[in-house]
């Protein structure tokens, strides 16, 4: 598995990793030793870096990622996420925000214990707090940086100005924002800031939410806790509307031997050489199609193929 450098922290990753969210999280319930089997494989297969959050369950996917890598220790690098308030039942983003630096001292207090581990890698605001300035944000990390609880700090759905404003109190690592071939808001004003303050790209929903895996249809149904079942992009017309995407990557795939998952991913890999997505999965042959995007080489002339197709495709539907 190669490696990439998040920025100019030095955090070294897998230039895949793995979003754990769906383990424990939303539709379909999973078996609890199913999922730890199935994250022993990703770290054999070379996967390093694991996203959660305390909010994903809420807690479970931080417990269940903690027991299955705490025999990794110190050999993986686990993210996970503050900034939502707590309700009766935990935090969930129905209740509100909260990054105060006195809550983010106790979800980092909470978050280790669930994750067994001395020390969180990359610890990420999960949503920026239109109460709390981000300055306030990035000195209660930096004090878990310096008390030892805290490697690395990350944003997550930040603009520039945000980015800019905690950077100058705390570096940040990392920012985590959804960025695909097919939702690129990001390379307007948030990749030029992360370029010139040397901060690492992590892409959620890099396959758009597995649409650009090709396996979607029209006639597809989803679960009721689905959130796809509430989004724009995953009504049947804009499914139907939006399969030219897929015909150029199935297109550019042909060429390569390579599946729509994997040119969308190498695409991505592409960009930057400190980008690194981390596309969710739950089985095995998903993980390794994913992992395969890795080997698939795109040459400047698929990219700026792929960059004339896909600016003559207008995509259907907002992303949420």
């Not at 190669?2 to 939303?26: D, H, I, N, Y």
């Not at 010139?196 to 890099?206: A, H, M, N, T």
């Amino acid at each position: 598995m190669q490696t990439r450098k998040l920025g100019e922290s030095g955090l070294e990753v897998s230039a895949l990793g793995l979003g754990c969210m769906r383990m424990s999280f939303g539709d379909t319930p999973t078996d609890k030793q199913e999922m730890i089997t199935f994250l022993h494989k990703a770290v054999e297969r070379g996967v390093t870096f694991f996203d959660t959050a305390e909010v994903y369950g809420p807690f479970t996917n931080e417990e269940l990622v903690g027991e299955a890598l705490e025999p990794f220790k110190g050999k993986v690098i686990i993210a996970t996420k503050f900034g939502w308030k707590h309700g009766e039942n935990g935090p969930h983003p129905s209740v509100g925000m909260d990054s105060r630096p006195e809550q983010i001292k106790r979800v980092a207090d909470a978050s280790l214990k669930r994750l067994r581990v001395e020390v969180i890698d990359l610890f990420y605001q999960h949503r920026p707090d239109p109460n709390v300035p981000m300055e306030d944000v990035a000195g209660a990390v930096k004090e878990l940086i310096q008390a030892g609880k805290v490697k690395h700090f990350g944003l997550s759905e930040a603009n520039a100005d945000q980015i800019r404003r905690a950077h100058a109190v705390q570096p940040v690592t990392a920012l985590q924002s959804e960025y695909s071939i097919w939702w690129r808001n990001v390379e307007e004003s948030i990749l030029p800031t992360c370029e010139e303050l040397g901060i690492g790209l992590v892409p959620y929903s890099p396959l758009g939410r597995g649409y650009l895996t090709g396996k979607v249809d029209e006639k597809t149904t989803f679960d009721s806790t689905d959130i796809r079942n509430r989004n724009p992009r995953f009504t049947p017309e804009a499914i139907k509307a939006n399969r030219v995407v897929i015909d150029l990557l199935e297109k550019i795939g042909a060429e390569k031997g390579a599946t729509p998952a994997q040119i969308a991913l190498a695409w991505l890999l592409a960009q930057k050489p400190w980008i690194v997505p981390i596309p969710g999965s739950r089985k095995l042959e998903r993980l390794d199609e994913n992992l395969g995007a890795t080997a698939v080489e795109l040459t400047a002339n698929d990219l700026s193929q792929i960059e004339s197709a896909m600016s003559q495709i207008k995509v259907v539907g907002d992303r949420y």
